[in-house]
């Protein structure tokens, strides 16, 4: 999987944003007012009188360069504020667990679900391969899977293997800790569906444990889905060969993954 170089939706780049249209209205503002110094101050008067007039006039040019520095300051501003970024996917509010439900509270009181990743043995139409089944399938992909756990189904289509379940978690995996450390949901996302050179790429609604989902279509000659979704301190995706369309893709892998990851 490569990595994008700027998470454009992380709380620095929004900062920077911020900032950059700040320095950029700033020397609007510098320039406009000494681009019309001379216009504000006028001709040099000759008698008394003109300059009596001069200096109404003046005044009257000083003001208006004032209101319209005061609209570009305005809009600057607002342009600024409107910059949102992200927290790191690590600082992702936690999952809600059920009333009854009692675990640790992580350092800001918040209690914190357990996560517990268990491959459901069947997902609507997809059962999963097992024992000699799944090895077969487990020699071939050696090396070529994501890093955590992966599981094989067989699916409604024809084919042997109708979909391939991944499941990564940073009590398993250090390297996810530490990217969910510095990267936003989207980037991490991003950085997918980059690697895989998906098309299409699609947000969708990421089900009752939270965090953010999207599906795409892999460059395969048969167009499989692949979605992937993530959160805290999960990150899961499912390739999906039976499907056409990527709302259903999106709706199954919800199904997978709320029947795969549970929270105590």
């Known amino acids: 999987m490569i990595t994008l170089s700027v998470d454009i939706n992380s709380e620095a780049y929004a900062t920077g944003q911020s900032l950059g249209v700040l320095l950029v209205t700033a020397v ?3 320039s406009i007012w000494f681009a019309t110094r001379a216009w504000r101050r006028g001709p040099v008067p000759a008698g008394a009188v003109e300059a009596e007039q001069a200096s109404a006039r003046s005044i009257r040019r000083n003001n208006l360069v004032r209101g319209a520095l ?6 600057g501003l607002v ?5 949102e970024g992200e927290p790191p996917a690590a600082e992702a509010a936690p999952v809600s667990q059920s009333p009854a439900a009692k675990a640790p509270a992580d350092a800001a009181g918040t209690p914190e679900a357990k996560r517990v990743v268990d491959a459901a043995p069947t997902v609507g139409a997809y059962r999963l391969l097992a024992g000699a089944e799944a090895a077969k399938y487990d020699e071939v992909a050696s090396g070529k899977m994501p890093s955590g756990k992966h599981w094989f189904y067989d699916g409604p289509g024809e084919g042997p293997v109708g979909a391939i ?3 990564n978690t940073v009590e398993w995996d250090t390297r996810l800790a530490d990217e969910k450390r510095s990267n936003t949901m989207p980037q991490e996302l991003r950085n997918f569906f980059a690697g895989a050179r998906a098309t299409e790429v699609t947000a969708f609604d990421a089900g009752p444990w939270g965090g953010k989902l999207s599906c795409g279509f892999l460059p395969a000659a048969a167009h499989p889905i692949v979605c ?3 959160d805290s301190g999960t990150y899961g995706s499912v390739i999906l060969a039976d499907e056409q369309g990527l709302p259903e893709a999106a709706e199954i892998a919800r199904n997978f993954r709320t029947a795969s990851e549970k929270r105590t």
């Open 165 to 167: 379940l991944q499941i």
């Open 228 to 230: 992937a979704w993530t």
């Open 28 to 30: 609007a503002m510098v």
């Open 70 to 75: 005061l609209v570009v300051a305005a809009a």
């Open 79 to 83: 342009r600024a504020l409107s910059f």
